[in-house]
């Protein structure tokens, strides 16, 4: 199947603090990808959906200004959680679906974001 | 608003002993119906798509089945290497472009 990676596997950083996290597909390319958020014991949450070349998409109740999208390439989405606090602890997941239209999504492995 | 309703919610079978996990689902024009696997803190792992009822698709010891309102997850003779949360999710049409929507997810233990 086709691969998505995310960087970094993890990260813990303070609170007020921002952290960036990547998202590639590596052997095909990809004009959306979608970013999720999963608590512990819970399913996957859409947040957004990144286009490229045009702003992102936000699900309702995300905040679009503290969850800052860039689709820079056919090939990256990049997540910035902006002044981070606790709350926003919690496993950040992307994915890109192989070709426009009716296709699996594949994802990433993960990012696990811890604020202290 | 498309709804994904999974149960059980958790399943504990010992290995070899067979058994099926279900999807109901609730959506404005299905697209696709997507299994998936997750291991604990890893990102989901694509199983299987079924576009239209009466379809089915197997892989290994899984195999998927889909009518208008409902899919299972058949798991036959089971392994401890198939425990795991297994998730369902559906794709709508019109104006929903790729996104899924996913249900809560069955978290399978396959004892030895």
């Known amino acids: 199947g086709a691969v998505v990676s995310q960087h970094p596997s993890r990260v813990i950083c303070k609170s007020g603090t921002s952290v960036k996290i990547e998202c590639r597909s590596l052997d095909f390319q990809a004009t959306t990808m979608f970013w999720y958020r999963q608590f512990p014991k819970q399913s996957l949450m859409l947040m957004a959906t990144s286009n490229e070349g045009s702003k992102a998409t936000y699900e309702q109740g995300v905040e679009k200004d503290k969850f800052l999208i860039n689709h820079a390439s056919l090939t990256l989405s990049t997540l910035t959680v902006t002044s981070a606090h606790p709350e926003d602890s919690s496993f950040y997941i992307c994915?890109?679906?192989?070709?426009?239209?009716?296709?699996?999504?594949?994802f990433g492995p993960g990012t696990r974001l811890t604020v202290t | 608003e498309d709804q994904v309703t999974q149960s059980p919610e958790a399943l504990r079978l010992q290995e070899g002993e067979s058994s099926s996990l279900n999807c109901s689902y609730t959506?404005?024009?299905?697209?696709?119906l997507f299994w998936y696997r997750q291991d604990p803190g890893k990102g989901p792992e694509f199983l299987f798509t079924?576009?239209?009822a009466g379809e089915e698709k197997e892989k290994e010891r899984l195999k998927a089945t889909l009518t208008k309102k409902e899919s299972f997850l058949h798991i036959t003779a089971p392994k401890p290497e198939d425990s795991a949360t297994y998730l369902c999710a559906v794709q709508a049409g019109g104006t929903s472009g790729s996104r899924l929507t996913f249900g809560e997810g069955t978290q399978l233990t396959v004892n030895p």
């Open positions: 959506v404005s024009g299905l697209r696709g």
């Open positions: 079924l576009y239209s």
């Open positions: 994915s890109a679906p192989r070709d426009r239209g009716l296709s699996e999504q594949y």
